[in-house]
Structures are given as C-alpha cells and as structure tokens.
C-alpha cells in the first residue's frame, strides 16, 4: 500500500509560507496564496484516507495569518508521529527537513531576485518614486547604444587581456619555484599571500598614496614627478606610441592610464590566492613523473612544457575561469581609487555603471537591464570557454 | 644538503618579488608612523623619526606617564635645547585654528630661561582639565646650533628663526609612537564599526555554518526523493554573478523595511552554496560503514550529523568559516548599498569615509588602514595553515 507523502506537505507548506511572505510584501497576487492554500488542505484531506491524526495537519492553514505555521506544522507532525515511519520515509523527511532552510535562503535572495531582475528591466525608469510604465525591451535598445556601456565593456576586455595572463604568468612562475624543496617557504608564502587577505579598501588606501602626483613613491621610483596616474584618461598604447608620432584613438587607444593603474594593484592583490591554488595544483603531480623525466634527461624546460604545464591545466583553467568571471565584477578597486569613475569616466567597469545607474540616479529598471546583459555575457562566454579551450584541459593525472 | 647554485638563483628572484608584494605594507606601516612634513617629501623617507627606538627614550621622559604621558593640572614639564646662551628662543603654545576658547593654548603657562648650559621650556597646566596632548612651537634662531629634546613634527623656516613645531610635547613612548593611530582611532567612532564588522561577518559565519551543514548531510548522506533537482538548483544559482543580485535584493530589502540595519547586512547571505558544496564534497569522502554502524547503534540522522560527520568535517568547517569571515569582514559595495546612517557603517565603509574626509593627513589614513587590516593579518599569524588550506580548498572540484 502507499503510504502518504508526508515530505510533499512539508514541502508544499515550505513553498506557502514564502508565498504568504511574497504576497505580503506585494511581490505576488493574493490570488496565488488562496490557490496554494487550497492546495494544502486537498493534500492534507488525502491524509485523512491515512489515519484521522493528518486533520492535525490542517493546523498549517493558519499560514494565511501566521506564514511558518505551513512549515513548522508538518515539522511537529512528524517529530510526534514519526516513529512508525519506515526508513525511506524518514530518510524523505530529514533530506526535506534539513535542506529547506538553506533552500528557502537560496529561493528568496538567490533564485527569486535573478528573474525579478529581469521583470524589473522590463520598466521604465523604476524607482518606486511613482508607478512606472512597462516599456518591454527597450532599455536594451538604449543600453546597447550608450557610449558609457560600450566603455565599460571595453574596459573589462582589456582588464581580462591585461590582469588574466599576467596575473597567470606570475603566479605559475612563484608556484613552481616554490615547489622546488626551496628553505624558508612558509615566509615566502605568507610575503605572496597577505595581499589577498587585505581589504581592498585599505590596499587602496596606500596604492593611492603610492600614485600620489607630488609625493608619491612610484614617481619617485621612476623619475616622473607630477604625473598624475589615477588621473589621466589618455589610453596607455597612445601614451606609449605618441613619441613616435603614431596617433591611435578610442577603443585602440587601450585602457587609460588609471585603469592600468587599477589592473596592477589587481593584479598585486590576487596574486597570492593564484599563487595557492596553483601549489596545492602542483602538489597534486605525483613525483614519479618527474623522476621518470629526469631519468629519460630532460631538461628543465621539458620537465615543465611536457608535465607540469598538461598536469597543471585544470588548475589553470579554473584560475582563468575565475579571473573571466571576476572582470565581470571588478568594483571595490575601481570605487576606492577613483571615486567618481575617474576623468571623462575612463575607469568605468561594468559593476560600477551599474552601481551608478542603480544607486546614484535611482534608475533601478536600467541598471537591472546592464545587469541582465552582463550575466548573458558572462554565461556565453564561459559556455564558449567550455567548448573551446576545455578541451585542451587534461583532467587525468 | 650540498649547495646548488640554482638554489641561490630561486632564492633571489623569490625574495625579490616576495619584497615587491610586502612593499605597500612596509609603506604603510612607515608612513603611519610619519609627521605631515615628513610625510609629505618628494624624496620619500625611508625610517621615519617615530620608527627609531633613541626617540622612544626621548618621548618617554616627557609627559606624567612614560607610556602615554599626557599632563595633569598643576604638573609641568620642561623640555631641554642644550646650547650657548644668545638670542632667547621664543616658546608658545599654538592655538586651534578657529577656536573661540582653547584651554591649551589659554591654560598653559609657557616659560623660557636658561640654566646649566641649556635653554629650558617649562610648561606648565594651570587649567582644571587633564591634557592627553599639547602642540607646542618654538622659534629657535638660526645661528644656534640646534639640539631638541625631540625631533620636531616639522621645521620651516620663519625670518630670522628656525619654527619647530611639535604635535605632542608630552608624548609618553607609547603615544609619541602611535599619534597617528591614536588621532585616526578619536577622529570616527571605529569601534563601533568594528563590532558593527565582527557581529555582521560571525553571525554570517555561525548561522551560514549551521544552514550549510544541515543542507550538505542531507544531500550527501540522505536518500529522499527530489534530492537531484534540489542539487540541480543549488548549481544552477552558482552560474547567476553577484552584481544580478544587487539590484532586486535592494528592493526586497527596502520592502522587508530592512535597509540600514544588521538583517540587510547579515541574512541575504546566509545560505551559501560554496559552503554546502565544500561540506557536501567532505560528507561524501566519509565511509559509509561509520554511518551504518552509527545507525546499528540507533543513531538518528541527526545524531549522525551533529556527532559524527560535523566533527570529522572540521576542516571544512574552518575553510568555510575563514572564506565567508574575509569575504563578511572585507566587503565594500554591499554595505555601501544597504546601510546609510553612520551607526550602520562597517570597518570598511568607516575607512572610506574617513579616507574621503582625512584629505592630505596621510599620516592618519595609513595608521587608519593599518588597524582596519590588523585582525585579518594576526589571525592569519595564528591561523596559518588553516587560512592557506582553506583557500586552496576553494580551488578544488
């Protein structure tokens, strides 16, 4: 006989109770609660056929004025009457139980706020100052014409070209020489790795400092008194090509001079976390490949273009993935060494438009749209990073 | 062990790179301890005056305490400029730049004579209030050789004299040392901000914790039905980037009526799927037999959880506790969207502030950035291989 699946009333009563709060708060219509409703009490007056104890179970339809009671209700029920539950039962009500207090989390301010970004999109000019009138895609038309957009794209291209591969290069270099028995590596590591337990905030506090046109140490250093790094918007390959009388302007003028500033102290600040994770990659390389190499009399180069370099790539990968995503993203650094986007808004990323259109000029329909357009992004791009340079990944040691 | 010339070679391009990462925090570090005029030199200053142990023993023995000196009504304390007896040098206490009534600089008897080969300053507090600091200027004329019991804060030149300026004639070792802390620390309320920080990111941590490892022992040691398309869902919330959630969490928080308090700063990101996916990856790599003879035993699921798999997972536990505590204690746009009032501010938003309000006092700001950065940089002292571990963690699949 089957017996009466007390896991979906608790689920069901789960999914109320958020749908009680959502009606509430105006996020979902009244109607959809009473359906909801409705339906816990046809599964609770199926349990009858069970047993008259599941009438207990209506209890839960005070949901409507009380919103756990749709949860914790089936929860008491089952702690009273749980006993005589075969196994597959309970393994059904824990699994249930436990996960739906994180999955209730995930739903309200993870799941639920992706598609409320793009309904939200769909507006025009929502700021809850007054009613605003669907305007369906047409942000999207605007954004994909807005100068201001297509700068910060620009500027996530060239943070990826500039930040990934160096960042990269650097961390495969100290990993590997790390790696080589070398004395004192508990010291080096933490001298690579303390950058990137630091606030960005206070790290930028000093890079600042160090940027500083009249006393700073870098101008100092290279002998460039008075040049103003986080202020200067002329793109560094037209800086660079100027004393030969080669012109370049707009997107071929590459990032400008405090954006490549920004990308050093990135670069500065992640390297320790690269650095890491690439030694417990290199750890993972059984050494007997090595001996064999060494046997065989490879050289050095070899040993690393022929083992390390295949054997290291998943790792690689997953670094390179991250360093994508994370261009994405780029704000805190951007917000604290240039407040205000920097001169004529060269430094804008596409997190700190966003910040900008959303909370500067309350203009939370257009940001969500610049929102919607950077998750595409980045899903194609990883989806396309998967088809293509997965397939150079060897994920067998 | 033999030595290999190669060794040396590592050692070198390890310890060079190792010095450019540590040199923003040495830069830190040093000007946190600089006057303004020191501070503020073209050609930078390697060991400030306050870093030098000589001056420590100088400071002690101005003010009442050796430590932290200050000067109490009726005491008096007398500086010494060891010198010939010539033109008087001229003494006073400056008085607070728009101030209608300054007790230091109106309270203070200033008395200058000569005695044993030195001219002496005697200052004396005539007021009722205790001073933790009183600024002092002396003009000293040029064509005496100058000898100060305390380096100056700053000298410039003013006609015929030498115009010696102290921040803190009665310094103590300790408050001579730290002044710039010690301004920084009055001039916002940080401790507030710390609790502020501390609360936010433990509470992240304990209760984000208890929901991560619920959910993790459900989905890796429960069999119940939908269990797959609840990890379906989990995932698929990993693909969606942060900056999609800013904007619709925002507004559900200004629904909830939650903006500028703890709920905004703390619950959205209590479920975390890295935690449930770490602690699921650990629950997995458990045997089965410790499961099953627990159950033999007559262990429930969650006797099994919170007896067994929780404390075997401790590992797991500490990575997820330090990943979500950085990422709590060290985040900037979050709390910068959801908290408006000061009260509300975290250790980082207060450091934004202040570096917006401190201006040009760099002395200040650094000592600022310093105590923001301090607990991360001690428990990763403490904590190290648990910090390095639980990194690397985050790298594996």
New interface residues.
């Given amino acids: 006989m089957r017996t009466f699946p007390l896991?979906a009333v608790l689920?069901w009563g789960a999914l109320l109770s958020l749908g009680v709060y959502a009606a509430r708060?105006?996020?979902l219509p009244q109607a959809w609660v009473v359906v909801g409703l409705g339906l816990y009490a046809l599964l609770v007056l199926w349990g009858v056929r069970f047993g008259w104890r599941h009438v207990l179970l209506a209890l839960g339809l005070v949901a409507y004025w009380f919103p756990p009671a749709a949860f914790l209700v089936p929860l008491l029920f089952a702690l009273f009457f749980g006993r005589g539950l075969s196994e597959?039962e309970?393994?059904?009500?824990?699994?249930?139980a436990?996960?739906w207090?994180?999955?209730?989390?995930?739903l309200?301010?993870?799941?639920?706020?992706?598609f409320?970004?793009f309904y939200?999109s769909l507006f025009e000019r929502v700021n809850?100052l007054r009613p605003a009138a669907f305007s369906g895609l047409e942000n999207y038309r605007i954004l994909l014409q807005d100068p201001l957009f297509w700068r910060a794209l620009g500027n996530t291209f060239w943070y990826v070209v500039f930040t990934v591969p160096v960042g990269l290069l650097?961390a495969t270099?100290?990993a590997i020489?790390?790696n080589?028995q070398?004395?004192?590596l508990?010291?080096?590591?933490?001298?690579?790795?303390?950058?990137?337990?630091?606030?960005?905030?206070?790290?930028a506090?000093?890079?600042?400092?160090?940027y500083h046109p009249?006393?700073g140490?870098l101008n100092?250093l290279l002998r460039t008194?008075g040049l103003d790094w986080l202020n200067t918007p002329k793109g560094v390959f037209a800086l660079l090509l100027e004393p030969l009388g080669v012109q370049v302007q707009g997107f071929w003028a590459g990032p400008s001079l405090a954006f490549v500033a920004i990308m050093v102290m990135s670069v500065?600040h992640f390297?320790?976390?690269q650095v890491?994770?690439l030694?417990?990659?290199l750890q993972a390389i059984p050494k007997e490949y090595y001996e064999a190499a060494e046997l065989d009399g490879a050289s050095f180069w070899q040993k690393h273009r022929l083992i390390t370099w295949p054997l290291l790539s998943?790792?690689t990968f997953?670094?390179f993935t991250l360093g994508l995503?994370g261009a994405?993203?780029v704000?805190?650094q951007v917000?604290?060494l240039t407040?205000t986007g920097g001169v004529l808004q060269d430094t804008l990323t596409?997190?700190f438009y966003?910040?900008n259109k959303?909370?500067r000029d309350s203009d939370?329909s257009y940001?969500?749209a610049?929102?919607?357009v950077?998750?595409l992004l980045?899903?194609g791009l990883?989806l396309i990073q998967r088809r293509i340079l997965e397939r150079r990944v060897n994920y067998e040691i | 062990m033999r030595f290999k010339p190669t060794?040396l070679l590592?050692?070198l391009?390890?310890?060079g790179?190792?010095?450019i990462?540590?040199f923003?925090?040495y830069?830190?570090l040093a000007?946190s301890l600089k006057s303004p005029q020191e501070?503020?030199?073209?050609?930078?200053i390697w060991v400030p005056e306050r870093m030098k142990p000589s001056n420590w023993l100088k400071a002690a023995r101005l003010g009442d305490s050796p430590l932290w000196g200050g000067l109490a009504p009726g005491r008096s304390v007398e500086l010494v400029f060891p010198g010939e007896k010539g033109r008087p040098p001229k003494a006073f206490i400056p008085r607070a730049p728009g101030a209608f009534f300054d007790p230091r600089a109106d309270g203070t008897r200033v008395e200058v004579g000569y005695g044993e080969g030195a001219w002496r300053v005697r200052l004396t507090n005539t007021t009722g209030e205790a001073f933790r600091f009183l600024p002092l200027v002396v003009l000293w004329p040029k064509e005496a050789p100058l000898n100060p019991p305390l380096p100056p804060d700053a000298i410039r030149s003013q006609g015929e004299d030498w115009r010696l300026e102290w921040v803190n004639a009665v310094p103590g070792a300790l408050g001579y040392l730290f002044h710039n802390y010690l301004e920084a620390w009055y001039a916002a309320p940080w401790g507030r901000y710390f609790f502020n920080s501390f609360f936010t990111a433990l509470t992240q941590v304990a209760v984000g914790l208890l929901?991560?490892a619920?959910?993790a022992?459900?989905?890796a040691r429960?069999?119940?039905?939908?269990?797959e398309a609840?990890f379906v869902?989990?995932l698929a919330?990993m693909?969606?980037?942060?900056?999609?959630?800013?904007?619709?969490?925002?507004?559900?928080l200004?629904?909830?009526g939650w903006l500028d308090t703890y709920f905004a700063l703390i619950?959205?990101?209590?479920?975390s799927?890295f935690g449930?996916f770490l602690l699921r990856q650990f629950y997995l790599s458990l045997p089965q037999d410790l499961f099953d003879a627990a159950r033999i035993d007559g262990a429930?699921?969650?006797t099994q959880?919170f007896r067994i798999a929780l404390p075997l997972s401790l590992p797991g536990l500490v990575s997820y506790g330090i990943f979500t505590f950085?990422g709590a204690?060290?985040a900037?746009?979050w709390p910068?969207?959801v908290t408006q009032s000061p009260e509300m501010r975290t250790?980082?938003l207060g450091?934004?502030a202040f570096?917006?309000e401190a201006g040009s006092d760099?002395g200040a700001?650094?000592a600022?950035?310093?105590f923001?950065?301090l607990p991360?940089?001690l428990g990763?002292f403490f904590a190290?291989r648990q910090?390095?571990q639980g990194?690397?963690r985050?790298?594996?699949?």
């Fill in positions: 896991h689920s708060l105006g996020f597959k309970q393994g059904a009500l824990y699994g249930w436990l996960v207090p994180a999955l209730a989390l995930l309200i301010w993870h799941v639920f706020p992706t409320y970004a939200l809850f650097l270099v100290v020489l790390l080589t070398v004395a004192f508990g010291l080096y590591r933490t001298l690579y790795f303390l950058p990137y337990i630091t606030a960005l905030t206070a790290a506090a000093v890079w600042r400092w160090i009249e006393f140490f100092w008194p500065w390297l320790g976390y890491v994770i030694l417990a990659g998943p790792t997953f670094l995503i994405f993203q704000f805190t917000y604290v407040p596409l997190a966003l910040y959303g909370f939370f940001a969500s610049i929102a919607m950077t998750f980045i899903l990883t | 060794s590592v050692h391009v390890l310890l790179g190792g010095l990462m540590a923003p925090f830069w830190m000007t501070a503020l030199q073209a050609k930078p929901l991560a619920l959910a022992f459900a989905l429960i069999p119940f039905p939908g269990k609840v869902l989990i919330t693909m969606v980037p942060g900056e999609v959630l800013l904007i619709p969490n925002y507004v559900l200004a629904r909830l619950v959205p990101w209590l479920a799927v449930i429930g699921y969650l959880l950085l204690y060290n900037l746009l910068l969207i250790v980082q450091l934004q570096v917006s760099y700001l650094m600022a950035s310093t923001v950065i991360v940089i990763y190290q910090f390095i990194i690397a985050s790298g594996l699949k």
